[in-house]
């Protein structure tokens, strides 16, 4: 039974400091707050072609198919998993977080065969591994995750590229927590499908995950036997409504997302991809710095720590979740807290986007320390 | 390549009196404007249980499985049908118009086989066929579209849900453009299961989609040989997400779009549902008559107008494109044309949800009438 009314909408200010979302973008909030107009609006048209264009941009890739899926992060994931997956397909997942997991999983429900590359949670996927399980089998792709949200990791994917190249097998690559962040290069690392997502690093709201595809795997996409399971997601006819003059209805855009991302990308743009990369370094390595001079344990591999979120061990005998409560309640400040078989075990804050500055770090240091401090933790050991 | 720099967004103020998305809200683009909180946040929790419960509200129905797809309408017509359809499963799909067939493609493409029942666009499905289809199948469900926004025929529901059951089917119902414009009850008349979209009466940025799920159809899915193929429509996780108190992360919810749906639905409740289906009947009324008195001809069954599109036949001679053009361009008023095999042949006027007044019908029919008229066509015969 409803209530017998409902009250206006009062969240409260957070900054958003975990795994995503982030805050948003003020300039992206404004674009959310223009007129909506129609799906096949010739205006929308235009928007749609500026996002396709900086979306390249900012995956620095020449592909034709860029666009955003119609849902969040993990769309991205399906519809990269499922144009690609045919019924008793082979292909190498690599599993090295939460993330990996569920590419695995989406893999099978694909009816594919999941060749599983296993590395503990926060270190890397190592090559020999892969090329290991690519020449045992006859893998039609090797699925990876570029920065896995749930470690802090971030995976060198050059070398891996190459390996799948030479065995004729695909790259898919999720950029979900990366793209805007971390150093990525579509084009010449040698990704076949990398997607990502609108709530991280581009400061817009959660609802779209953009995703780009190269030729060599469109190859493969267009000579399916069978018809990619999904409608929603398949990028052959979502193709005819984004990129060609017909503009063939497929589903309705979620319009004023895109206004976000267009807007999101554009202030991206006018940064440039290189300096943004640079900044976020420099704000996680605060980060990292004041974490440890708190006395305070990175569960990442450091050789591969992830420039935009950083895993930290929780402390023997300190509450996990009553930190970041008081985090939240006291600060208004959201971090993340472990997944799976990380829950309890790590916190994860973010600097992504906008929120990759100076005044966070100090922010969530300063506020964690007093939390820490309340709980009666001792520090300074 | 990207052009040298990108612009303000600038749409124009359109009338979205097409077949959907319909203006928005100014209540709602408020709500989109407030500051975004995580997706596990306590305040978030308690707008999801809002939502929950104004959209049991919205949909008549006591359904515990009632909460919003992270997609737009086409992503809960997916959803609806890959969490029933397993391989080999016989499903009765009613088509008389666009939506229809896509339900076929989508039934076809979870590998279940699709037992059409056909009727001409513009005309309902009649029970009889359904009944037909039925004992000469094994068919697990029935879908069928109750507003079907390609041709405006409102399709009745109870005798086709008593039938359904009689053979132990399910009834699967599109109300993507009926829910909070046309009556609707899911509970009364049987309907297993429901989903809708959030841009169409409800006036809410597209990108999510409503779905109810009786406990009839809940039995159905908890007791599949085989897993839902698509990872992100399953219902069963998002249920742990969306319903239970252990509130287990499945994906990031687009929670500006879930503000956005909870004030849209507050609207809906203030207003009351019934207050809301006869403002709808009244002002397509009046449209219609006013279509009728200059000359031009509904193309849907006249027993069964839908109250929040209607479809009107394209006069002979006439210019379909030429006088949306116009309307679009000296209006700012968008209207849509035909879909499929009605390309050319109709155009679609929806007064949905805060676009249903009487303003916009005497704007559009002054309008229209003008642009008729410099086209060069008399309308007085």
Known sequence: MPKKSYGELKPPERLLLGAGPSNIDPRVLRALSFPIVGHLDPYFMEVMDDTVELLRYAFKTKNQITFPISGTGSAGMESAICNVVERGDEIVAC????????????????????????????????????????????????????????????????????????????????????????ELEVDKWGIDICYSASQKCLNCPPGLAPITVSERAMDVIRNRRTKVQSWYLDLLTIEKYWLESSRIYHHT??????????????????EGLESRWIRHKENIQALISGLEEMGLNIFTDRNYMCPVITAIKVPHNVKDRRIRERLQEEYNITISGGLGELKGKVWRIGLMGINSNKKNVILVLEALKNALKKEGYNLEK
Not at 121 to 146: F, M, P, T
Not at 147 to 162: C, D, F, H, M, N
Not at 263 to 268: A, K, P, V
């Open 95 to 182: 599993i090295n977080g939460f993330f990996g997991e569920r590419i695995r999983e989406i893999i099978d429900r694909c009816g594919g065969r999941s060749i599983e590359v296993r590395a503990p949670w926060g270190k890397i996927i190592e090559k020999e591994a892969v090329e290991e399980a690519l020449a045992n089998s006859n893998a039609k792709a090797v699925a990876i995750v570029h920065a896995e949200t749930s470690t802090g990791v971030l995976q060198p994917l050059r070398e891996i590229a190459k390996i799948a190249h030479e065995y004729d097998a695909l790259l898919i690559v999720d950029a979900v927590t990366s793209l805007g962040g971390c």
């Open 253 to 270: 855009a979620p319009i004023l997302l895109v206004y976000a991302l267009r807007e999101g990308l554009r202030f991206l743009y006018e």
